[in-house]
């Protein structure tokens, strides 16, 4: 147990303060803040996405990874999508990738949004600063999940 926390707390020193070059970063910081304080992390993308506490865990459940949460949420608010049809598409096409979850939601590549969302700029930093998303203005975004995606999304 001290040997995970441990771990977690070298983890959590690396990534702090270094700049997330891409989606799997984020993703990546995104799980190491959720890893760390679940209801911080939690309250955070509450709070900043505007969902009920009801929303959260029903997203939660269906998609496993706080991570592919916060992007979901992302998701919907960019596309302007019900938060059940981002569900419905990414349990028909998450293992296609990101990018091309954005693009079945009508968010188009090369877009500022697609953009962001490949840089991993969704506008929301988790609490403890391990988030990249800088500033509402990073609404926007898009990279491939990946052929792993299931399993460790990127």
Excluded at 72 to 84: K, Y
Aim: charged letters at 25%; proline letters at 3%; aromatic letters at 8%.
């Amino acid at each position: 147990m001290i040997n995970k926390l441990l771990g977690a707390l070298v983890l959590v020193t690396l990534v702090t303060g270094l700049a997330h070059a891409d989606l799997d970063g984020y993703m990546d910081s995104l799980r190491i803040s959720a890893d760390a304080d679940f209801g911080d992390f939690r309250a955070g993308l509450g709070a900043h996405f505007g969902a009920s506490g009801a929303e959260l865990d029903r997203v939660f459940l269906a998609v496993g990874d706080p991570s592919d949460a916060a992007l979901c949420f992302w998701l919907a608010r960019t596309s302007g999508r019900p938060m059940d049809e981002v569900l419905t598409r990414y349990r028909a096409n998450g293992k296609k990738g990101w990018g091309a979850l954005a693009q079945s939601l009508g968010i188009k590549p090369g877009s500022a949004e697609f953009k962001a969302l490949k840089a991993g700029q969704i506008g929301w930093e988790a609490p403890g600063g391990h988030g990249k998303g800088k500033g509402e203005h990073d609404h926007k975004a898009g990279k491939d999940k990946g052929a792993n995606q299931k399993g460790k999304k990127s």
